[in-house]
């Protein structure tokens, strides 16, 4: 066997919370998997009294963002500073904070220069537990911990490759590093869904290959050692079925799986070697219009966990944590957000065709529906057979034609069944079929988001075609690409002329 694989073998735990039964759970404090929560991605790796993450190498300012503390010295290795951490996170009403986790297995007996610099993971996390202990023997709340896995480590770590996360030993890496986390943290202060503790897992493009049995190895281990499950939430470029799934990058714009991501904004000026990227802040405007897409959500159909992102991420400038430069304008937004998201409140877009029951477009005349051009779906204006329509640019690769509903007609909710009439062009082609936003969340790649339609009857190549289709779990969410539903072509022209979208059962439209 490989040396490697026989290391990782004998890697103990790194705390002391393991060998859990059952029983020990029973009455563990949970979030239930139909409640809305607000959790925050933490992170904990700053030491400003010796520089780490506060100075680059060449001691220039490593942070876009400076924190507003008083409290001495910024460092994971000080309960103080935790304390004031999650008593400003309770400010912001934020429910749970999911602690960024570099940790190695074995890391606390290696001398390599890797696990050295990420021995910041298991102190920072020892140092929490002391304050939650104190806090447990007080009878004091705590605030739950779940585990943000940033599977960078699967790259990054003392044995300097690639962890192959299809063989035993790699998938036994995998796990490990969820058990070590889950072992310094003291059970009662686990952030649960359904009783089962949080991972949420950052991108899978680190390790060297990845099976679709990882998911249930690692809940069937972690079982075994902690008496309990675990509730996956996996990046969406994943393989495998995960409890929820989730988009790193929310900090750009909200994101919608069935875990949402919403932030403030973004700018990593302070990060080297990096090409600019700045998404302004607008003085809280960007975060408020990202909650704000979320709340015109039904509550019916959006999903009940929303990650902020972050709490602390200073590099990149996407904190809502008290800065310098902010103030604590961020966490009264959030603390305002996460009392609206957990009382239920909705607030649809309203509009120039609220309360219509059919919307419709032609190329010069738009009611209510916009042909999107895409990455995989560019458009340009066109005649075929003496009739004006968009057809694919065939300078552009792409087989797609996007078409999105006005929010103010219908924005996702559940709808009833929908009437799609498409006037499209057959001049040959193999196949073709629509693929829209469902309400089916296990219909398709994000939750459902490009649901396989009804298909094209077969080419005649007769030219100009209507067809006519009933939907009935539309959900017009914008998740289609930034749409509602798309026209597939297979070895043909994709060509439209008109589009008219009816909710059935409704009276005449207006």
């Known amino acids: 066997m490989p040396l490697l694989p026989c290391l990782l073998a004998l890697a103990l735990p790194a705390g002391p919370y393991t060998g859990l039964v059952p029983a020990d759970h029973a009455d563990a404090p949970t979030f239930r ?8 991605h933490f992170f904990y790796w700053y030491k400003q ?9 060449d001691g220039s300012d490593a942070l876009t963002d400076h924190p507003l503390y008083r409290g001495g010295d910024y460092s994971y290795d000080r309960v103080e500073w935790w304390a004031r951490q999650i008593e400003t996170m309770r400010l912001a009403g934020i429910d749970f904070m999911a602690l960024v986790y570099w940790g190695l297995p074995g890391m606390d007996d290696s001398d390599h220069h890797n696990a050295r610099q990420l021995a910041w ?3 920072g996390a020892r140092t929490l537990a002391e304050l939650v202990e104190g806090q447990l023997k007080r009878g004091e709340t705590v605030m739950p911990v779940g585990m943000f896995y940033d599977t960078s480590t699967l790259q990054t770590n003392q044995h300097e490759r ?23 943290i003291p059970p009662r202060a686990w952030a649960r869904i359904d009783g089962n503790p949080i991972v949420i897992l950052y991108g899978a493009g680190y390790a060297e290959r990845v099976g679709a049995d990882l998911f249930g190895y690692a809940k069937d281990r972690f079982r075994g ?5 675990l509730h996956i939430i996996k990046n969406q470029d994943w393989p495998g079925e995960a409890d929820d799934v989730i988009s790193w990058g929310g900090a750009l714009g909200p994101i919608l799986n069935t875990t949402a991501a919403v932030g403030p904004g973004y700018d990593h000026s302070a990060v080297p070697h990096r090409e600019p990227l700045i998404v302004d802040r607008e003085g809280g405007a960007f975060y408020q219009r990202g909650w704000e897409s979320l709340l015109a959500r039904h509550p ?4 009940r966990l929303v990650m902020v992102e972050t709490w602390n991420e200073l590099h990149e400038g996407t904190e809502v944590a008290p800065t310098a430069e902010h103030g604590y304008r961020y966490v009264h937004l959030t603390r305002q957000y996460a009392d609206l998201w957990r009382s239920g409140v909705y607030r649809p877009p309203t509009g120039l065709y609220t309360g219509a029951c059919e919307v419709s477009w032609r190329p010069l005349g738009s ?24 057809e694919s640019d065939p300078t552009r690769d792409g087989r797609f034609i996007y078409v999105n509903v006005d929010r103010s007609f219908a ?22 079929w629509i693929e829209y936003d469902s309400l089916d969340l296990t219909a398709s790649v994000r939750a459902g988001a490009f649901k396989s339609g009804p298909s094209l009857p077969p080419s005649t190549s007769e030219g100009w075609r209507r067809v006519t289709f009933q939907l009935d779990d539309m959900r017009f969410g914008d998740r289609c690409n930034r749409a509602d539903l798309r026209l597939v072509i297979e070895g043909g022209l994709p060509a439209i002329a008109e589009v008219r979208v009816r909710l059935l059962g409704q009276p005449e439209a207006r």
């Not at 998997?33 to 925050?40: A, K, L, N």
């Not at 990455?375 to 968009?390: E, N």
């Open 121 to 123: 993971s298991n102190i």
């Open 300 to 303: 019916a159909v959006r999903p």
């Open 225 to 229: 050692d902690f008496g309990v499950g």
């Open 33 to 40: 998997s139909d409640e809305p929560v607000v959790g925050t």
């Open 367 to 390: 009611r209510g529906i916009e042909v999107r051009d895409a990455a995989d779906g560019p458009v340009r204006g066109g005649h075929l057979d003496g009739r004006m329509c968009l």
């Open 162 to 184: 690639k962890v192959d996360l299809t063989a035993e030993w790699g998938k036994e890496w995998f796990y490990e590093t969820i058990r070590d986390f889950f072992s310094l």
């Open 411 to 432: 924005f996702d909710a559940p709808m009833g069944p929908v009437e799609l009439e498409l006037t499209y062009w057959d001049g040959g082609y193999q196949r073709g």
């Open 49 to 57: 009294s010796t520089g780490k993450h506060w100075f680059d190498y």
